[in-house]
T-cell receptor
Framework: QKEVEQDPGPLSVPEGAIVSLNCTYS??????FMWYRQYSRKGPELLMY????GNKEDGRFTAQVDKSSKYISLFIRDSQPSDSATYLC????????????FGKGTRLHILP | DGGITQSPKYLFRKEGQNVTLSCEQN?????MYWYRQDPGQGLRLIYY???????QKGDIAEGYSVSREKKESFPLTVTSAQKNPTAFYLC??????????FGSGTRLTVV
């Protein structure tokens, strides 16, 4: 079983829809959970950063972590064509030497 | 503005040639990283450095070398020993676990 699993997509949704992106993981030591957004031919940018379980909201974006199910989600409300990008989940343990494990990314297309 | 600058944006390498990718940051971050990104493969860690004059191998270090002589700079050399170097290379820095700031990347192509 891979440490982090993420559906590569592509996922196509109409403008204005709610988007749900997900990752599952196997390592129960993960405590930091991140979502990065990457536009084509650009470097990823940090979108959401959470510690342990729970929800975090930032504008149209909500990150959820369910450690009991080893499942994390990113919700995008009122999706816009500018949200079209690849979304990478990432996670790590708490120790300084713990490596960040990235998912392979989900390609998202918002259709005008 | 603070950030990470990678150069060049595009780089072409001939067979048997070493090339060096530049990464400079003015964020005052201690930790810096090099990743390689291939289609369908996700991000793979090449090397990382948590402090000046110290660095560790990542998951795919063979055929690559780095140095960290200054806090701001973490250049990556792709040597002739790297048999399949064509990829998108990303440099990142971090002040704490997981909070990466990435550069805009260098696309390396073997010609």
């Amino acid at each position: 079983q891979k440490e982090v699993e993420q559906d590569p997509g592509p996922l196509s949704v109409p403008e204005g829809a709610i988007v749900s992106l997900n990752c599952t993981y196997s390592n129960s030591a993960f405590q930091y959970f991140m979502w990065y957004r990457q536009y084509s031919r650009k470097g990823p940018e940090l979108l959401m950063y959470t510690y342990s379980s729970g929800n975090k909201e930032d504008g149209r974006f909500t990150a959820q972590v369910d450690k009991s199910s080893k499942y994390i989600s990113l919700f995008i409300r009122d999706s816009q064509p500018s949200d079209s990008a690849t979304y990478l989940c990432a996670m790590s343990g708490v120790n300084r030497d713990d490596k960040i494990i990235f998912g392979k990314g989900t390609r998202l297309h918002i259709l005008p | 503005d603070g950030g990470i600058t990678q150069s060049p944006k595009y780089l072409f390498r001939k067979e048997g040639q070493n090339v060096t990718l530049s990464c400079e940051q003015n964020l005052n971050h201690d930790a810096m990283y090099w990743y390689r990104q291939d289609p369908g493969q996700g991000l793979r860690l090449i090397y990382y450095s948590q402090i000046v004059n110290d660095f560790q191998k990542g998951d795919i270090a063979e055929g690559y070398s780095v140095s960290r002589e200054k806090k701001e700079s973490f250049p990556l050399t792709v040597t002739s020993a790297q048999k399949n170097p064509t990829a998108f290379y990303l440099c990142a820095s971090s002040p704490q676990q997981g909070r990466y700031t990435f550069g805009s990347g260098t696309r390396l192509t073997v010609v």
